[in-house]
Structure formats: C-alpha cells, structure tokens
C-alpha cells in the first residue's frame, strides 16, 4: 500500500528565509507526486506536479527516487506563504483502468514570520 | 473556471441520524473522491468512483456509505450519524490528465 509522510506538523520561518517541507513516500511502483496548498479560508489547490517540473510562486520540488522523497523548498519565504501545505501521491487502484488512489500526508502547516 | 461545489459549507445533525453530503462537478470529471480533513490527520480518503456506479472503499470507509448515479454527482451517506463523524468532509475530482480539484469543503457537526 502507498504511504506519504509529512514529518513536520509545523514548520515556522522568518520572511526572507529558506523553505524546505519534507515529503517522503513509500510506494512500490512508479510515483506520480504533488503538492497541494491550503490557505486560510479557501479551497485546497494544486502547487506543483512532479511531472511538469515547474516552479510556481518560487517554488520548486524534486522527485528523490533513491530517497523515496519530493520535498518542497523556496529559497526566500514570504508571508503570503503562510498556508497548510500537503505532500499527495497517485497510483492505480486495482478495480480498472483509469481508476486511481490519491493518498496525501497528514500536512504541514508553514508560518511566515514578519 | 473548473468547479466542484458541495451542498452545504455548515450541517449540524443529531447522532442517529441519516446524513446526505451532496457534491456536483461540471468537468465532466471520471474520478471522484471524499476525504474527511482533520486537525494533527490530514486527509483521510472514504470513498472514490472512477465511473458512474462503481465505487472503492478509501481508508477509513467504516460508517460511510456512497452513491453515483450520474457521471457529475458523488454522494456521501452516514447511514447514522455519530459524534465521532464530526469533521470537515472535502470532495474532488479529477481526470487522469488533470490534478484534483476540490470542493469549498462541509463542515458536519453531529451533536
């Protein structure tokens, strides 16, 4: 079964710091990864995919295979980046093609010190 | 603009009773999901649907229940309610080319 652990409950840094949220997996097959974002009040959106390698509002993750992880990481927080934060994996399930899982962590909440 | 809607953002219910949590997406969406998000848990997955009718136990089905009898509709159903049910409850779909989008979330209180 896949697993996807967020180590750190609360994460708390000063404006202008570095960002690093920690995302490790456990899943025996190819994994499709993502971070998905929650701030105060609103919806629970996409951040990044894995896939597209794209850098969105600074940040960026890179998926470790040998170390089974894909943390996140901004080299220069800023308070607007205060949010919950969940580390998401996709995989198959086993009733039919085109179905899937998509198993998240427990999430970390980042709080951006003025 | 993509969007997946849940009836109710507040539902208060008594313990026993029969509960309807009702989610509509207009993407024309295969896959469709229900996670309960708790403090310290994070999301915990109920229930998916890769199709009109079928349906995966997720998680933590024990005490839900599911229902999609057309592509854009994905009910949760407590069969009867128990204070250990409250939560918030968060519905998505998605496609296999697209990421997960999420309902604005129904927070259930069951007193």
């Known amino acids: 079964a896949q697993r996807v652990t967020q180590p750190e409950k609360l994460l708390s840094v000063f404006k202008g710091a570095p960002v690093e949220l920690k995302c490790n997996y456990s899943?025996?097959?190819?994994?499709?990864l993502f971070w998905y974002v929650q701030y105060s009040r609103q919806r629970l959106q996409l951040l990044l995919r894995h896939i597209s390698r794209e850098s969105i509002k600074g940040f960026t993750a890179d998926l470790n295979k040998g170390e089974t992880s894909f943390h996140l990481k901004k080299p220069f927080a800023q308070e607007e980046d205060s949010a919950m934060y969940y580390c998401?994996?996709?995989?198959?399930?086993?009733?039919?093609?085109?179905?899937?899982?998509?198993?998240f962590g427990k999430g970390t909440k980042l709080s951006v010190i003025p | 603009d993509v969007k997946v809607t849940q009836s109710s953002r507040y539902l208060v219910k008594r313990t026993g009773e029969k509960v309807f949590l009702e989610c509509v997406q207009d993407?024309?969406?295969?896959?469709m999901f229900w996670y309960r998000q708790d403090p310290g848990l994070g999301l915990r997955l109920i229930y998916f649907?890769?199709?009109?009718?079928?349906?995966e136990k997720g998680d933590i089905p024990e005490g839900y229940s599911v229902s999609r009898e057309k592509k854009e509709r994905f009910s949760l159903i407590l069969e009867s309610a128990s204070t250990n049910q409250t939560s918030m409850y968060l519905c998505?779909?998605?496609?296999?080319?697209?990421?997960?989008?999420f309902g604005q979330g129904t927070r259930l209180t069951v007193v």
């Open positions: 993407m024309d969406h295969e896959n």
């Open positions: 998401a994996l996709r995989s198959p399930a086993y009733s039919g093609a085109g179905s899937y899982q998509l198993t």
């Open positions: 899943y025996s097959g190819s994994p499709e």
């Open positions: 649907s890769y199709d009109v009718k079928m349906k």
């Open positions: 998505a779909s998605s496609s296999m080319n697209t990421e997960a989008f």
